[in-house]
């Protein structure tokens, strides 16, 4: 079994930063992509950020050069550093990773974690 815990969520101004941790705890996996998704209040989860394993990485179009995504394999670890957030921004963010533990691929979810950005 994977576990993915996130942290680092919380409420800020607009305009302020933060970032979010997201550690892959268990044994015997190795982790190919990992990404973050949101969930804003009445609407479907949404892609916001992907890094692959080799480190390239995608983003949604709305938080282009606000939002980097980064991972440091080392410590199972997923990082989305969030600046110049806004209200829109607001929602509950999950860390997602595509993990094989021998040859199956899996998929896991964090429990996510709470962004709120006030006006």
């Known amino acids: 079994q994977v576990q993915l815990v996130e942290s680092g969520g919380g409420l800020v101004q607009a305009g302020g930063s933060l970032r979010l941790s997201c550690v892959a705890s268990g044994s015997g996996f190795s982790i190919n992509a990992m990404d973050w998704y949101r969930q804003a209040p009445g609407k479907q989860r949404e892609l916001v950020a992907i890094i692959s394993s080799g480190g390239s990485t995608k983003y949604e179009d709305s938080v282009k050069g606000r939002f980097t995504i980064s991972r440091d394999n080392a410590k199972n670890t997923v990082y989305l550093q969030m600046n110049s957030l806004k209200p829109e921004d607001t929602a509950v963010y999950y860390c997602?990773?595509?993990?094989?533990?021998?040859?199956?691929?899996?998929?896991?979810w964090g429990q996510g974690t709470q962004v709120t950005v006030s006006s």
């Open positions: 997602h990773a595509e993990v094989s533990i021998g040859r199956p691929t899996y998929s896991y």
